[in-house]
């Protein structure tokens, strides 16, 4: 992807973003308050009211409720409702999607994949969710759990994404994943635990449902990797940031992301060259056998 249509896309989710503020703006200037007034009647900050006019803050249902209600525009509560429940679509921040627990967000993913037919996804660091064992998944979602200060087991979580795997063996479904060599190497997780998580690989490729393309460090890049995305059909485009999910779903959006995936699945490795990659891995992290003795 080039740098002004990626750009693009993440700037429309921020637009959105503004597009909702404005229209609380709008509100509060029809019913003649200023900030400060408006957030008095709401026993909020003063510093709220500009904050969420700006998008810099994110209201919930409840604040757009409060809103409309002190500024006399009731009638409006629906329309303002609607903006933003199309963006918490497009942009869901973690706090917000992990409200629930790790495994309640892994039963949400779960749904979402019941409902599509073909998924593709790019992965340059980390082994696909759908592709993981228990032990890498384990130590991937506790990281999550640190990093997001959530103090569950990741165990629940662990099972429930476990249970997301079982789709791959369903007729009718396709996967095509393509990996950068470097998903295999980043030290994500303890070397015996991506020992098994390599040979888990080499199994799930064999799968009639699953094409694995792994692109090797000797590759040039047609394409310069930018972040990991998922492909679901052609009705959405995933990507995660350290701050939340992004759904992207417009015609142009997809299309830009389809033409990335393309690029970067002819440029990955197939079938025994995949393989090759994959065990070459696992033979640079295989602790040497102790020579025998005589």
């Known amino acids: ?148 200060n959530l103090p569950e087991d990741p165990d629940d979580a662990v099972r ?18 393509v990996m950068d060599e470097a998903a295999l190497r980043v030290r994500k997780c303890p070397p015996e635990v991506m020992l098994g998580q390599l040979d888990r690989l080499i199994a799930l490729a064999a799968l009639p449902t699953v094409r694995l393309g792994i692109v090797g460090f000797d590759t040039a890049y047609t394409v310069g990797p930018r972040h990991g995305f998922w492909l679901f059909d052609n009705d959405r485009v995933s990507v995660e940031t350290y701050s939340a999910e992004l759904n992207l779903t417009q015609e142009q959006e997809i299309k830009v992301y389809t033409e990335a995936f393309e690029a970067h699945a002819a440029d990955a490795s197939y079938g025994r060259a995949a393989r090759a990659i994959i065990q070459k891995v696992i033979d640079d992290l295989a602790p040497e056998e102790p020579p025998e003795q005589p």
């Open 1 to 148: 992807m080039n740098s002004p249509r990626n750009t693009n896309q993440v700037s429309s989710v921020h637009e959105e973003r503004l597009a909702l503020g404005r229209r609380l703006r709008e509100l509060r200037q029809q019913a003649g308050l200023t900030g400060r007034q408006l957030a008095e009647a709401l026993s909020w900050p003063a510093s709220k009211v500009s904050k969420l006019e700006n998008a810099r803050q994110s209201p919930s249902e409840d604040d757009v409720r409060g809103w409309t209600e002190a500024t006399g525009h009731e009638a409006a509560t629906e329309s303002v409702l609607a903006l933003l429940r199309t963006l918490e679509t497009r942009h869901g921040e973690w706090d917000r999607l992990l409200r629930g627990g790790l495994h309640s967000l892994q039963d949400k993913i779960a749904e979402s994949e019941r409902h599509t037919r073909l998924i593709r996804a790019f992965e340059p660091l980390v082994v696909p969710g759908l592709l993981q064992t228990a032990e890498y998944a384990r130590a991937r979602l506790a990281e999550a759990a640190r990093r997001h």
């Open 160 to 177: 429930a994404r476990m249970r997301r795997q079982e789709i791959l063996y369903r007729p009718g479904r396709r996967f095509h994943f």
